[in-house]
């Protein structure tokens, strides 16, 4: 299938701004203020302020609140909240941090956490910004494992309150953001002891400082200092010393605490009670993955730009220099993480869809019963996203930033803002590696659930569909790529490598492979004499990355393909597919060696597949502009000197060039008879 010469950009932003397309329309049409940009060279004090004033002003636009409840000026759209906060990310990031913190995580926590008494008290001042507050979960010796964080908050029934303390340094809580400035309140994470039991970690409303600014008795509020970007957020450490908190204070939605001391839960296993109360709060790192992808964007559309009016080397016989994204080297750089970030942006907008359906839902039932399965897949796939979301921006805006030459590494070019500001989103609101095995571990879940437990694994005689079915989780399109994959013959050196349903198929059965042989692998384990569990999954722990990796690939093609489904014109679709081709090809591509090593691809069809590739290259190259063009960036968003020098430069040239013909012509215009 050929290509169309040209393509609207618009029917493109209509299918990549999907089901909230009306938030991302509001943001692009009405936020333009001085203080959305970064401001290159401005100093730590200078960004706080102007970041500070910048949320104020968002408060009373009533855009970052829209996932509260309505009977407080909500709309309890949590899909329209996360997208609203992920616009931010295309402006400067410390504000969409700063307002994570405000909307997401503090007013979510006590959203998600509290009761209608504290709604009542706490969420009109948190959506107004009148009350700035912190999310204090992450302590200095214990990020990930927050299970185990060592801050206690015992019960004392003849005071009918929480004694909030930190054992020692390294039970502090640290980089919270709002905390070393602005916040005066902070939901704290702790564990709960009352008559003398502990009953895991649960949240506490604390306040830090008074109406003055000053720390409250107990509290000791330090400056996390210099870091390598976000300077507009103010990260900070707290510290609590026997800070008594009353007992109301306790957000106790699904844990109570009664005036003699009782513990009551309507959810009595501590570990579901546990990932039940984290599990609500999975906007935050839905909101960290599509921020991500928001300043990867950017950085390519910065790039790709650039590339289309610099020029490099002149072709022999040429009289002007080839532009930089007429090279195939700049191709493979730019086009297939275009490609990749099409893709998440469709894997994206159905978490995000799956996320405000489940949360809705969830909001409906009682607290007992909600849908489990459905809560489960939705963690685990926002940390499989939050994860490649996060990675692929590193990766891309360093390159992008590398594509883009010494000017590339000016500040007044933007690009080295993004690099720094979003450095840290690998191990935020997660490390990556740590959500990878998160991920692994529900495949592992999923797999003894449908074929038994772990003693049986090796019995179990493994059907295809069976597995496709109850194992490897489908997307919205389920149905078409069930019947495009169906339709894939046996035989691959037969199918072409731009058959849709032989790319999911291969995507499809690696995942299936390598679940079976971390699984084989941890059978052998746990069948050998005196290994402990540790060791048994220790030592294949390269293993199980490896399958929550190969998960992630599949489930994003599967998305990639779901979303091309909205496309409704043609010509939009023609391109859509042909970037689709390019995600899943080179996602092939960068995995040949295991597709050789298992047999999946020959020799000769591995060399076919990189000349596919290029092929690709080609076709798309007439379209790079039309596809960042897609991304409807507002030009005062990007901040970038690079793109109106670039451009203005290249006028001038253009002028020149058209006297100097002109000037040609002139002289060669001799009188008759001269």
Known sequence: MSLPHAVDPKGL??????????????????????????????????????????????????????????????????????????MLASTDLSLMVKAGVQWGLFGGAVQALGTERHHEAYLPAIMSFELPGCFAMTETG?????????????????????????????????????????????????????????????????????????PMPGV?????????????????????????????????????????????????????????????????????????????????????????????????????????????????KLLPALATTYAYSFAQEELVGTMHDVQAGAGEAQDGDLDEAAQRELESR??????????????????????????????????????ADTDVFTTFEGDNTVLLQLVARGLLTGYRDAFGSLDGWGKVGFIADMVRETVLERTAARGLIARLVDAVPRRDDDVPLLDRGWQLRMLEDREKHVLEGAIRRLRRGTETPGTQPFDVVNDVQDHVLKTA???????????????????????????????????????????RAWFLEHGRLTAARSKALTAAVNALLKDLRPHMVTLVDAFAIPEDWKGAAILREEADRQEAMAGTDARLRRGTATSLEVPPGQ
């Open 13 to 86: 932003t209509e299918v990549l701004d999907g089901r909230w397309g009306h938030v991302r329309r509001d943001a692009r049409e009405h936020l333009h203020d001085p203080d959305l940009l970064p401001v290159y060279g401005e100093d730590v004090r200078e960004a706080r302020a102007r970041v500070t004033r910048m949320v104020r002003k968002l408060a009373g636009s009533g855009r970052v609140t829209l996932g509260f409840p309505k009977e407080y000026g909500g709309e309890e759209d949590a899909g329209g909240s996360v997208t609203a906060i992920e």
């Open 142 to 214: 214990h990020g990930s494992d927050v299970q185990q964080l060592r801050t206690t908050c015992t019960y004392d029934p003849e005071t009918q309150t929480f004694d909030l303390h930190n054992p020692h340094e390294a039970a502090r809580k640290d980089y919270i953001g709002n905390a070393a400035q602005d916040g005066r309140m902070a939901v704290v994470f702790a564990q709960l002891v009352t008559r003398g039991e502990r009953h895991g970690v649960h949240a506490w409303l604390v306040p830090i400082r008074d109406d003055q600014g000053a």
């Open 220 to 332: 000791t509020i330090g400056d996390d200092g210099p870091k390598a970007g976000l300077l507009g957020v103010d990260n900070g450490r707290l510290t609590f010393d026997h800070v008594t908190v009353p007992r109301d204070m306790l957000l106790d939605r699904y844990g109570q605490v009664a005036e003699d001391g009782t513990y009551t839960s309507s959810i009595e296993n501590e570990t579901r009670r546990f990932f039940t109360m984290l599990g609500t709060l999975v906007r935050g790192r839905v909101s960290v993955g599509g921020s991500a992808s928001a300043a990867t964007r950017l950085a390519l559309d910065i790039a790709v730009r650039y590339g289309e009016t610099r020029r490099q080397f002149t072709a022999p016989g040429a009289d002007r220099e080839i532009l930089l994204n007429d090279y195939l080297v700049h191709q493979r």
């Open 382 to 419: 926002a940390a499989g996203l939050k994860a490649a979301q996060t990675w692929h921006a590193t990766r891309t805006i360093q390159m992008c930033r590398e594509a883009c030459g010494g000017a590339g590494y000016l500040q007044e070019n933007r690009l080295p803002h993004l690099k």
């Open 549 to 591: 990796q190969v998960h992630i690939d599949r489930v994003v093609l599967e998305a990639f393909v779901a979303g091309i489904e909205r496309a409704s014109d043609p010509d939009v679709r023609a391109l859509l597919e042909r970037v689709c081709d390019l995600y899943a090809l080179t996602t092939i591509e960068a995995d």
